[in-house]
């Protein structure tokens, strides 16, 4: 039964919102007239509404769930599931709970296609914003097998892992980001307000100012005469970045150049390999086939260069090769990852063997961003710290020097 948004008046003259189920708009105006309020607009809240209602509000506007949230109401919705509740009543418990609108108005979609006989999964695709090709797979491999319920507890925590591996990768990398941020306004405020005080001071004074104070006045003046060309040269440096990366194969190339940095290239390579070892864990352990599986877990990488070779491996895969072989082809993938595909082969655990590289990927992954940030704090101080002592030492010789001419 569809679903509508309804406003409306009660006797006291007050606006009513909110969703009715009914056949048509005329059934539901009538449930209204039956609970003494005055329609004013009822709007259809499926696919086929009109632009600004709906799911197809949904997939231009705000996301209705973040990753955070998705993966709470996904845990939510496992959790009914699995003790026996149908869907559709899982479904309504879990929209009078939301808060959130554009929450409210995305579950009664889904139950009302629900209620329509249209598969969970197929239900989920009017929202791909909000659920992705693998949360859709994922889903449609446990309508497929009657285990919708457990299946959804993997995807719960697929999503709450890769959320806890991002928020330690974000949280490692912001005290250095601040430090940076924060040196770099101190040194452009010494640099344009404090130095050409100095330089005001000396400026009738016939000797000559120190190396130091002659070569800070020089920064000083670059920055105040063209530090607008500089911020613009950066600007329109980034902007042309972002604009060649929406070109394929430039984007593939640039990602491909960013992998052989020292440290955050690794830290890049052991970010994707975890995440697309959990995905085609989560999914292979979910009976989805290998080759949809691999393509999934292949579109989940965020670096371009690893998702060209994740491809390619799907190819060799088609073709016949073993999955271990066409991932140690690949020499972006680390060793780790093509090692415990080939244990699981072997042993015809591949979803668990899946599962433990991408455990190993992630704690690598930890502990090298945990160093990295620890090496950076210091280093970033002591930088920090010896650019405003030259300032410092700028500003201060020219005064030692007056005073021993004094003396």
Known sequence: MPAYRFEALDAAGK?????????????VRAQLRARDLVPLAVLPVAGDAPAGNGPAALRRGKRAYSSTTLAIWTRQLAGLVSAGLPLERSLTALAEEAEDPRQRELLAHLRAEVNAGSPFARALGAAPREFDDVYRAVVAAGEQSG???????????????????????????????????????????????VVPQVAQVFAGGKRALPFLTVAMLAISDFIRGWGWL?????????????????????????DALFLTFPLVGKLARGYNAARFAGTLAMLAGSGVPILKALQAAAETLSNAAMRADAMDALVQVREGAPLASALAAKKRFPGLLSMFARLGEQTGELPLMLQRAATQLSAEVQRRAMQLATILEPLLIVVMGAMVMLI????LMPIIQLNTWVK
Do not use: M
């Open 15 to 27: 606006t009513q919102t909110g969703l009715l189920e009914g056949d048509n708009a005329k059934a």
């Open 147 to 193: 285990q919708l319920g457990r299946v959804l507890e993997k995807l719960a925590d697929d999503l709450e892992e890769r959320q806890a591996l991002k928020a330690k990768l974000i949280g490692a990398a912001l005290y250095p980001a601040i430090v940076s941020c924060v040196a770099i306004v101190i040194v452009v405020f010494l640099v344009t307000y």
């Open 230 to 254: 500089l911020a613009l040269a950066i600007a329109g440096g980034v902007g042309l970045l972002v604009v060649a990366r929406r070109n394929a194969a430039t984007r593939e190339q640039l």
């Open 392 to 395: 410092v030492l700028a500003v």
